[in-house]
């Protein structure tokens, strides 16, 4: 019996020991590809959930009656437009892309905010109140979650320039390139 457990241990010792910096490279850009996934889908989600928000808070606005049904119509389709100019993780390096979905988004944001504050329900209205606070967190973490997100890919352009050398061991598909980032539509 104890020469079997030997043995063992002679072999996961030996696969241990047959791991190469490529292998240790490889896992680590993996990881940063990851972290880099996570940060782009949490930001997103909560993109989304802001986006539903405002839905839900036209919809509150033409069960009250109280606005231009036209109007709060044309609120909705520009909402929906949203999605469609949102900025992808290619599209970062055109600074333009993320001004317009910037500018589209506020813009909105404020019309919807003002417009249900401006109802005379808004004081005790519960639904209207939840729905615009929705709205504002969710406006107030745009900048955090852009911040995380540039960070990884900060970390992973950095990586990928330091181990350029391996690249081509570390992934074979040749196409590995620095990755955009939102501060750069502030520089």
Known sequence: MLSI???SQK?????????????SLTEIYLNLQDSILTAWNLMI??????????????HELQVTGKFDAEKLETLDERIQQLKRIRYTPKSL?????????????????????????SHSAFAYNTTLQSLVETIRTAEQRIENYRTEYD???????????ANRDHMKEI?????????????MVSE
């Open 5 to 7: 457990v030997n043995c």
């Open 11 to 23: 072999k996961v010792e030996e696969s241990v020991t047959s791991f190469t910096k490529t292998d």
């Open 45 to 58: 989600n909560d993109d989304n959930k802001k986006i539903l928000a405002m839905h839900a808070l036209v």
């Open 93 to 117: 390096a055109n600074t333009d892309v993320i001004d317009e979905y910037d500018f589209a988004s506020n813009s909105l944001v404020a019309e919807l905010i003002s417009l249900a504050e």
């Open 151 to 161: 960070a990884v890919v900060t970390h992973y352009n950095q990586f990928i320039m």
């Open 171 to 183: 992934d074979n598909t040749g196409t590995v390139e620095k990755k955009p980032v939102f501060h």
